[in-house]
Every structure is written in structure tokens, then in C-alpha cells.
């Protein structure tokens, strides 16, 4: 067991054979198949040694890949501290065998410098973040979002800068277009800095990739996909059969209302569940390893609120692979836009 008293963490020695590993696109960059995202529940409002708890576990678990943004929080710019402190007080003697990305590009504040795609807006953003983590370069830097006020090339301009600076050893886009995301794999391909990864939301009940064609196209670009949100929110769990639990997330969130949670969605959800539970495993673990069925994904980025509930998902790897009769329960009730805001 991890000792968790300060100055005592060790991480487990069998955390390099816990997970498979994916190459990012044509990249030398490898992955394991589970990525920890610091989305929600990494800011103020939660008690840091909960959080710390779960972080530590991901890392035993064999999670390298941490994937943040000045955004997260709350408040904005939190989970990037948040992550600084642990880097600081536990996981900095194995900064080598972490993948620290963060991304730039959302709004954190009223001012035209802190949103959008602009050189400026970017590169130091990239500072402040550096800053809050305490390191000198992470490995991913994300373009957050595309904003069409400012020209790509710009964009792409502050990418390449980052890598040739040091900063950021890769870089990468978020919830791109497929026109404008082949575009920009085309400038950075001229640059010399290749795109390496692409984060869209992928899930049962949200299949825009598919939809868009942004599977076929990373695959052609050499872009590895690391998808967010494989259980919708908590959508794809059994969580909301029953009605809203208290406490839940639906109950105070910005991407989920108890208002989506509408008879249709729980007939659907009862019945993908049924599935999952016919193959001895729980939904929440069946709709990952649906995500990871693709070739095209390199990685799925998950999240957790314990311990428990990370070490259960991360076994969905371990089941059986769908069958095609299975793959075609979850393509009838599995119906793009389920209980989401799209």
C-alpha cells in the first residue's frame, strides 16, 4: 500500500506494466490508454488531500499522462497549482516519467489577453502556467479551442515558438473543427513541429468525431486522438437510472441539467447497462473500452472523485473485446446527443 504521509511517497514498482500503451499518431510519443484529466474537481472547492489521494493512485496505477489547463478549477488557473504542489511535495523525482500537458486559449477573465488564439494570449499563458506548475517546459501545449477572430497562422506561429523556446516538448489542439484541424496539421507539418494529438469529446451518446469525419481525418494527419468524456458526464453509468442522487454532478453543473435526464435517456441508459452487466462488467467500464475500440484513439481521459471509482473504471481494458451482436445493441440505444447539450 502507498504510503501517503508527506516526504513518503514511493510509487509502485509494477505501475510501467498496469496499462497497454498506444504510439500518439506517427509520433515517437507513447501513451498509456487511460489518461487523468484535471477537469473537474481539482480546484478550491475540494480538499486537497482527497485530491492528492487520487493523483497518487492514477500514477500507481500507471497513468503518466496528466492533462490540465489554465482553465480548470475553480477558480480558473487552480488545477495547474493544484498539480505544482504535488509536483513539488511528491511526483517531482519522477518528472521524466510524466506527460504534464496544459492548454491556453479559453477564457480565464474579462480582458481581450485572456482568451482566444492570439500570440500573445498563448505564449503567456504558457508563462503563468509554467509558473503555477513549477517546471520549465511541460509536454504538451494545447491550443484550447479555435478562434475564428484570430488567423490560424498566428495560432500555429505561437505553437512552434513554444517548442523551439522549450517549453513544451509536443503540441496539440482541443474540440477543433475537422477543416480547421487538418489545416493546422498542415502549418505545423511546414513548421517542423508536428501536430501530435488532437483532444475531442468522444462517448456512446456523443459521436460528432464520427459524425465529422475527424477519426478518418487524424488518422490521415498522423494525429493521435485523445478523447474527453468517455462517460458523458456520468451519463454512461447507472448513476441516474433511479432519478438525480443527491449530490451529483447534474445537480450543479454547466454541461449537465437534471432537465436532460428525460425518459428516453434512462430507457436507453437501462438498456446499455443490461449489456454491460450480461458481460460481467458495469457500464461505466463498458463505455470506455467502447471509446477504446478505435484505432484512431491513442488515449481516453478520465477523471475520478475517489479512489475506488478510479481503480474500478480502469478495469475496463480487462474485459472481453465487443462482439459485433454487442456493437450493435450499443449503435440502437446508444443515440448521438442522449441527455447532452451539444
Do not use: C
Not at 69 to 90: H, T, V
Not at 155 to 161: E, H, I, M, P, R
Amino acid at each position: 500500500m502507498t504510503d501517503l504521509r508527506p516526504g513518503y511517497y514511493r510509487p509502485s514498482d509494477e505501475r510501467h506494466e498496469a496499462l497497454h500503451w498506444r504510439r500518439a499518431g506517427r509520433s515517437g510519443l507513447q501513451l498509456p490508454e487511460f489518461s487523468f484529466g484535471l477537469w473537474q474537481k481539482f480546484g478550491d472547492r475540494n480538499d486537497y488531500e482527497t485530491q492528492r489521494e487520487i493523483l497518487l493512485a492514477a500514477f500507481d496505477a500507471g497513468i503518466t499522462h496528466f492533462d490540465i489547463a489554465n482553465r480548470y478549477g475553480p477558480p480558473f488557473r487552480a488545477a495547474e497549482k493544484l498539480f505544482g504542489r504535488l509536483l513539488r511535495e511528491d511526483l517531482g523525482a519522477w518528472r521524466e516519467e510524466l506527460v504534464v500537458s496544459t492548454k491556453a486559449g479559453n477564457p480565464i477573465g474579462p480582458s481581450p489577453y485572456l482568451r482566444g488564439g492570439s500570440r500573445k494570449n498563448l505564449l503567456e499563458s504558457l508563462d503563468l502556467s509554467l509558473r503555477d506548475l513549477g517546471t520549465d517546459h511541460v509536454d504538451v501545449f494545447y491550443s484550447h479551442s479555435p478562434d475564428l477572430a484570430t488567423p490560424l497562422e498566428e495560432t500555429v506561429g505561437a505553437l512552434v515558438s513554444a517548442v523551439q523556446q522549450g517549453k513544451a516538448l509536443y503540441v496539440g489542439i482541443s474540440n477543433y473543427p475537422v477543416e480547421r484541424a487538418h489545416e493546422a496539421a498542415v502549418l505545423l507539418r511546414e513548421a517542423g513541429v508536428p501536430l501530435v494529438l488532437h483532444q475531442p469529446r468522444y462517448s456512446i451518446y456523443d459521436r460528432r468525431i464520427e459524425q465529422q469525419g475527424i477519426l478518418e481525418q487524424s488518422a490521415e494527419d498522423g494525429v493521435g486522438l485523445i478523447t474527453y468524456s468517455p462517460l458523458a458526464q456520468g451519463l454512461l453509468t447507472d448513476k441516474y437510472l433511479q432519478g438525480v442522487p443527491s449530490g451529483a454532478r447534474a445537480e450543479r453543473s454547466d454541461f449537465l441539467s437534471p432537465d436532460d435526464l428525460t425518459e428516453e435517456y434512462r430507457t436507453r441508459t437501462a438498456r446499455l447497462d443490461e449489456l454491460a452487466r450480461s458481460r460481467g462488467q458495469s457500464l461505466a467500464q463498458l463505455a470506455p473500452q467502447w471509446v477504446l475500440r478505435r484505432p484512431e484513439v491513442t488515449t481516453a481521459l478520465i477523471g475520478a472523485s475517489s479512489v475506488a471509482q478510479l481503480q474500478h473504471n480502469l478495469q475496463a481494458p480487462s474485459f472481453a473485446p465487443l462482439t459485433d451482436g454487442e456493437l450493435s445493441v450499443i449503435e440502437e440505444f446508444g443515440v448521438h446527443g442522449t441527455g447532452l447539450r451539444l
